[in-house]
């Protein structure tokens, strides 16, 4: 059912401390995922506010995405444990008439990961970047397991999802079949799991060009896991923008990012695991352009978008390629 987002934003504007709202706008989002960008009014100054929502209903069957409110609960939960987050200021309820959402506060600042690894502006906070993310995920990984209701991955299951997916795909990507086979090889022995943000990367991060890392964003595929998965995720070539020689994000070294979440009481985690994970972030990742690809030529979807994302599998194929002749 189409909601009407403004009249409903301006319903509920009492229970937020305001008498209405204004400049509502739709911003970027996914096909399940709508964020909205609005100002509060009724107070001294208008308050610039976010709501996500989720456009398509959870199936909780099939989707491995968090629930809105488990995704509140983690923002929350981030914000206590000092990570940099939005705050909360509404999970969404039944009666306000935007279906599963929350709304938080306006954080400023650049997404863009081009911009991050490119833009003059971020010239003397980039060499930081690297360490900074790394205290950050250290943060994120001290919320505690039963935060929220999340799902449980590990390397060995991802593995077994990614592969029966691309099996049914009817690929035959060479690279693709041997990272296949020296993951399997070569799983790292188990760790304790913690909670994990599950898209961390230069993309889903707000930046302030003195500040460094003002916000985590995109809660939406956290999960419980091997610490080791946010790590690598990070590093995955896809995310450097270009930047190839920066591993981290396209912004920095593999030895700030650990000596960062070290110093912020994260465990030890091996480059050796690190670098696990990167290869199977990478693999994930091609496997998904793979199918981004399929359904356009398929005909599921007419999206230009998704053709022009499957052809980046060359680029997951590249970084597969570099980690094996270094010897992962």
């Not at 709501?51 to 909780?60: E, F, G, K, S, T």
Request: charged content about 20%; aromatic content about 6%; proline content about 7%.
């Amino acid at each position: 059912m189409e909601v009407d987002i403004p009249s409903a934003l301006a319903a509920l504007a009492p229970k937020l401390g305001g008498t209405g709202v204004e400049k509502a706008q739709r911003l970027t989002g996914g096909a399940s995922m709508e964020t909205w960008a609005f100002n509060l009014v009724g107070a001294d100054e208008p308050r610039p506010l976010i709501l996500r929502r989720r456009a398509v209903p959870l199936d909780p069957e099939t989707s491995r995405s968090a629930s809105m409110a488990a995704e509140a609960a983690l923002i929350q939960a981030a914000g206590h444990a000092g990570a940099p987050v939005a705050p909360l200021v509404r999970l969404c309820e039944p009666e306000d008439g935007l279906g599963e959402g929350h709304i938080t506060g306006f954080v400023a600042g650049e997404t863009l990961g081009r911009k991050i690894v490119a833009d003059p502006r971020f010239d003397v906070v980039r060499p930081h970047l690297a360490r900074q993310c790394g205290q950050v995920l250290a943060r994120i990984h001290t919320i505690p397991t039963g935060a929220a209701t999340l799902t449980t991955a590990d390397a060995q299951g991802e593995l077994d999802r990614y592969e029966a997916i691309y099996r049914t795909s009817g690929a035959e990507r060479p690279i693709l079949e041997l990272a296949l086979q020296h993951l399997r090889r070569n799983l790292p022995p188990p760790m304790p799991n913690l909670v994990l943000h599950g898209d961390f990367r230069n993309g889903n991060m707000m930046f302030d060009p003195d500040r460094g890392v003002v916000a985590v964003l995109d809660w939406e595929l956290a999960h419980i896991g091997d610490p080791a998965e946010d790590l690598g995720w990070l590093c995955v070539n896809s995310w450097r923008f270009g930047r190839s020689d920066r591993p981290v994000g396209g912004f920095g070294g593999y030895q700030d990012l650990l000596e960062g979440y070290i110093e912020a009481g994260g465990v030890e985690v091996p480059l050796s695991r690190v670098l696990f994970w990167q290869a199977l972030g990478s693999l994930k990742w091609g496997i998904m352009c793979l199918m981004m690809y399929s359904s356009y030529a398929t005909g599921a979807t007419n999206s230009v978008e998704r053709p022009m994302i499957g052809r980046r599998v060359s680029e997951t194929e590249i970084d597969l390629v570099n980690l094996l002749e270094a010897g992962l």
